[in-house]
């Protein structure tokens, strides 16, 4: 435990949905609406500890999102939580309101069973993102499970679009270290009455449609990024460099001799993708 400036941190291990939670709390999420299912239903539970956090059960799992949704518009960073196959049951409005966009962050957190430990069925829930043209995180531990809860309120806000963070069982019920730190508030977002935008009869759909298209359009990540990004990482030294940089893997590859032309093989790559593509 300790404190930098204003801000009070704390290391200690935390299951992978009490840290999704955290990462809610820590984030100034106001309302939480969801529906109960393993392997998601602790981050809810967990959520419920925290005083400022409103948080419900839905009596089903678009009822939840709804209700998340609202709340977002009124100006409340919100979140809804739900296994893989609730948000079959969510679909109508998790389609909709990635045509409307949000007012104040909107997070929805699917959690999916790879190997069916307690559901009916597989599904890869990153198929519906792709298809309601969402985006969708993924964290790999507890830690990226606070940090990216914290980043997809702040995508949501940014980019007007609710955000899906993808869950899967072995991290939503395993445990890792994590840093939190306090609780940080952003100032309601004042409703502002817009028809065209939030009530998606078809004539004001046909518009939002084109205008979720042309979003998409303007924040495209391509090749062309990924070879700048390249680029750039190469101007910070040699890959031995760079990964020393990182906690806990500097003394690992001490003495690890390290191929730097993986670099220059990867931008080959890039660039005959990018001449092939010149050419379709």
């Not at 929805?108 to 790879?114: E, H, L, S």
């Not at 009869?201 to 042309?214: D, F, G, I, S």
């Not at 940089?245 to 003495?255: R, S, T």
Request: net charge negative; with cysteine; proline share 5%.
């Amino acid at each position: 435990e300790g404190r930098i400036g204003r801000i009070l941190y704390m290391k200690q291990l935390m299951l992978g949905n009490k840290a999704l939670a955290r990462g809610l709390y820590e984030a100034g999420c106001s309302v939480v609406s969801s529906y109960p299912g393993t392997p998601s239903t602790e981050v809810t539970e967990e959520a419920a500890k925290y005083d400022e956090i409103y948080c419900e059960w839905a009596p089903n799992e678009k009822v939840a999102m709804e209700v998340a949704f609202g709340a977002s518009l009124a100006g409340k960073r919100s979140f809804c939580g739900m296994k893989h196959v609730g948000l079959n049951v969510a679909a109508d409005p998790l389609y909709t309101c990635s045509y409307t966009g949000v007012n104040a962050g909107f997070v929805i957190c699917v959690a999916d069973d790879p190997g069916m430990h307690s559901s009916q069925n597989e599904q890869d829930s990153r198929h519906h993102a792709i298809a309601a043209k969402i985006p969708m995180i993924e964290p790999s531990d507890s830690q990226e499970a606070i940090d990216f809860t914290k980043m997809a309120f702040e995508v949501s806000e940014q980019f007007d679009t609710p955000v899906i963070i993808k869950m899967v069982t072995r991290v939503a019920h395993s445990q890792s270290i994590v840093n939190t730190v306090d609780r940080v508030v952003p100032p309601v977002v004042p409703y502002e009455k817009n028809i065209a935008k939030y009530v998606m009869m078809p004539a004001n759909a046909k518009v939002r449609h084109t205008v979720l298209e042309e979003k998409l359009r303007k924040n495209k990540f391509d090749l062309n990024d990924l070879l700048d990004q390249l680029q750039e990482v190469k101007k910070m030294g040699s890959m031995k460099d760079i990964l020393s940089m990182l906690p806990g893997i500097n003394k690992k590859v001490k003495d690890v001799e390290i191929d730097d032309r993986q670099f220059d093989r990867m931008k080959a790559i890039i660039l005959l993708w990018l001449k092939n593509m010149e050419n379709i």
